[in-house]
């Protein structure tokens, strides 16, 4: 079992545990009559539960005995050339060994192994996967630990075989132990010991090499990159799902401005939620007054309104007057604007011929009047 993470001096939680793991995977011996793969307890699986349906297993390391059958199964003796692999003029497998760090294991690492599974036909794909102390010395501190790293590359699907602890230069000692035909890698030269010189050379010389391509755009140093560029970004995030501050190697302070910050953010959060619902809750009830007003005041009920006043108008206009709005109002009547304006000019109409009646009527009593009264001057005083 593992320890947990010792945190060093700066607060910055490392796993020292790393390299023992490494020597631990090398020491582990294979249970003959189980044939598991060599996996520490943390990763173990019980695969008897899985007897009754298909079950995908990561692929073995090359100590565990399938790997052990197949490379004693392989008749070393036949070489293979370029040219007869590239023809599938071959008698057995192809072994292709590919080696690298596969730190935050990503598509181009991926893209490189399928491009490798793919070289040839019948193809056997190792894989070699420095350790995190000869990773440390040659190039420089890795995220994950070794057996993370070695985790990673046995769950990938191109890959056959997995050598824990690869070495940093491939010896003709190692390619023999391992009976490997042909080493992949990308062709741009890659130093040894201080980045100096290639360390595929003798390999290339050899007909031993063959290239693949790099995928442009993705890189673990890019990744690296772009948390380092959003370094206070993935603080904050961290805090807020429970890290301490001695866990992300933060002082005192920057705790506080990064909670702090935390706390605004939720406080703007919330704000436009509360906006958001405000807004909904206007509209709604806007909606619910405008279908209310035009309950009470539509066109409709303006109508209806005009049909009930319409005995009391008429009884103040004169029986002419209310035969004619009579007639307007009792005939068939549709609801639309023309017809409408067109109610409002007869209305007019009516108006001005009962204001015409009014006017003769007077100027008649007025007459009868005059007629009726005495002569000025006619009689004797």
């Known amino acids: ?70 490379l004693e199964a392989c008749d070393y003796t036949q070489r293979i050339t370029y040219e007869m692999a590239c023809a599938g003029q071959t008698k057995r497998r192809v072994r292709i060994y590919a080696d690298g760090i596969y730190d935050l294991f990503h598509q181009g690492h991926a893209r490189q192994l399928m491009q490798t599974k793919n070289l040839f036909p019948n193809v056997y794909l190792l894989v070699g996967v420095c350790s995190t102390e000869l990773t440390l010395k040659m190039k420089g501190r890795t995220v ?116 702090l910050q935390n706390k605004m953010d939720e406080l703007k959060d919330r704000g436009r939620r509360v906006k958001v619902d405000l807004q909904a809750r206007w509209e709604a009830k806007s909606r619910d007054l405008i279908k209310a007003f035009l309950q009470a005041f539509g066109r409709e009920r303006l109508f209806s309104i005009w049909r009930e006043s ?40 009516v108006l001005e011929a009962a204001r015409v009646h009014a006017a003769a009527a007077e100027n008649a009593n007025n007459l009868s009047r005059s007629s009726s009264s005495p002569e000025v001057g006619s009689g004797n005083f």
């Open 310 to 349: 319409k005995g009391k108008i008429m009884s103040t206009w004169g029986s002419n007057t209310s035969l004619a709005a009579e007639s307007f109002f009792d005939s068939d009547q549709d609801d639309s604007e023309d017809e409408y304006m067109d109610a409002m000019s007869a209305s007019d109409s």
């Open 1 to 70: 079992m593992f320890e947990p993470e010792s945190p060093t001096t700066s607060g910055r939680s490392t796993p020292f545990h790393d390299f023992e793991t490494d020597q631990q995977l090398e020491d582990n011996s294979t249970d003959s009559e189980s044939g598991q793969c060599p996996v520490l307890s943390l990763y173990d699986l019980n695969f008897e539960k899985y007897v009754s349906k298909p079950f995908m297993k990561p692929c073995p390391y090359d100590n565990d005995v399938q790997a052990l059958d197949e």
């Open 144 to 259: 994950m630990n070794g057996l993370e790293r070695y985790e990673a590359v046995r769950h990938c699907r191109y890959v056959d075989e997995v050598v824990a602890n690869a070495p940093w230069t491939l010896t003709d000692e190692f390619l023999n132990e391992h009976k490997i035909d042909f080493v992949a890698h990308d062709d741009i030269p890659y130093g040894g010991a201080g980045g100096v010189g290639d360390i595929y050379a003798h390999l290339k010389e050899r007909g031993m090499f063959v290239a693949t391509e790099r995928t442009p755009g993705v890189s673990t140093s890019d990744i690296v990159a772009r948390i380092v560029k959003d370094y206070d970004l993935f603080v904050r995030r961290n805090l807020a799902r429970g890290y301490t501050a001695k866990e992300l190697n933060v002082s005192f302070l920057s705790e506080k401005k990064f909670r």
